[in-house]
């Protein structure tokens, strides 16, 4: 079956630390892979997406590129900030049908001033 | 727009009692689905929905659990009777279409406890 592998958290950095939070999938056929983040209080949020291998989703300064090779849409930042601490979660759609979303377990990002 | 509306946002309950949930979709989304968060097993897709049609409910943990949707603006999700186990963060979602240029938009989740 289709699954998401994220690293496990908290992950505390210092502001304008670099971020990287890792993702690997396994799934079967070419699926679509997401990044979603949850803030305090709130429901999930899309923050950026690739359909396709080796394309590059980017929104606020975050980055993945869809690695078909390693399996894997590893989430980066160059310089964090305090009001980017929330859970992030990585995600993939196998197949056309809606109920293929998978979501992998989260990483909460704590970002020290 | 003002995105999924979920209500309420907290809810305290006895062991038995009965609970529903509400979801009102973003205007014009044909899919809407109910998740389940908790840190154990992390997010569930519970059920779905396509123009107000259920489609999948085989993430509905057990007979306790039903959902409905008797219009497009409106679904519930009810636990009777409820137990402490069933304490868990519950999303509603929902998206205009299933293809990948759809995103889906999450409510900002009801807070059930169970005691």
């Known amino acids: 079956g289709n699954s998401v592998t994220q690293m496990e958290g908290p992950v505390t950095l210092s502001e304008e630390a670099f971020l990287t939070i890792n993702c690997t999938y396994t799934a079967t056929g070419y699926p679509s892979l997401f990044w979603y983040v949850q803030y305090p209080g709130e429901g999930l949020q899309l923050l950026l997406k690739?359909?396709?291998?080796?394309d590059k989703g980017s929104n606020k300064g975050f980055e993945a590129t869809y690695r078909k090779e390693t399996t894997s849409f590893h989430l980066e930042k160059g310089s964090v900030q305090v009001s980017d601490s929330a859970v992030y979660f990585c995600a993939l759609k196998a197949g056309g049908g809606a109920d293929g979303l998978t979501f992998g377990k989260g990483t909460h990002l704590i970002i020290q001033p | 727009d003002a995105g999924v509306i979920q209500s309420p946002r907290h809810e305290v309950t006895e062991m038995g009692q009965e609970v529903t949930l509400r979801c009102k979709p973003i205007s014009g989304h044909d899919y809407l689905f109910w998740y389940r968060q908790t840190m154990m097993r992390g997010l569930e897709l519970l059920i779905y929905?396509?123009?107000?049609?259920?489609?999948?409910d085989s993430g509905m943990p057990e007979d306790r659990f039903s959902a409905k949707m008797p219009n497009a603006s409106f679904s519930t999700l009810k636990i009777q009777p409820s137990e402490p186990r069933d304490s868990a963060v519950y999303f509603c979602?929902?998206?205009?279409?299933?293809?990948?240029?759809?995103?889906?938009?999450f409510g900002n989740g009801t807070r059930l406890t169970v005691t």
């Open positions: 929905f396509n123009n107000n049609v259920p489609i999948d």
């Open positions: 979602a929902s998206s205009l279409s299933s293809g990948n240029n759809s995103p889906l938009h």
């Open positions: 690739a359909t396709k291998a080796d």
